[in-house]
């Protein structure tokens, strides 16, 4: 099986709002949420493709922040055969006024993401899990919330 590397992000703005796109593609009947993020060019770092997916998916030059996970599991996405998914997600804080536009997507992006919306854990928390991949989304961004309101 092969091996595909990605970095993922949970950019999250000051109103404790999480970042999610809306994906749909073949081997789900229904869409589903999911961070920004993709997977590693040949000799680049996790970090480094961080900092580019962001920029990519999102036109954000944001610092990306700490490593909050590391992921192992097998998906099959966007036509693709299903494969072994190494992920790691970091935070990338930023402002609710931070302008999010498609800066540089692909034709598979164009053609798999639906849309993007500003979630509170709260609206995550009523949405049924399914809704979510991960299906573990909520939990680390329950994480990250808790973390910044203890502060």
Known sequence: ?????????????????????????????EPFWATAGGELKE????????????????????????????????????RSVPALW????????CSSDSKVFAAEWTDEEKTTIQKWKWWSLEAMKSEESQSFKPEWLPKLFDRIVERETAQ
């Open 86 to 93: 190494q992920e790691k997600y970091y935070l990338v804080n």
């Open 43 to 78: 000799g680049e770092t996790y970090r480094e493709a961080a900092k580019r997916e962001l920029y990519e998916e999102t036109g954000l030059r944001n610092n990306i922040g700490e490593l909050l996970k590391e992921n192992e599991d097998i998906f099959a996405v966007a």
């Open 1 to 29: 099986m092969k091996t595909r590397q990605c970095a993922r992000l949970m950019i999250v703005n000051e109103q404790q709002e999480l970042l999610l796109f809306q994906y749909k593609d073949e081997h789900k009947a």
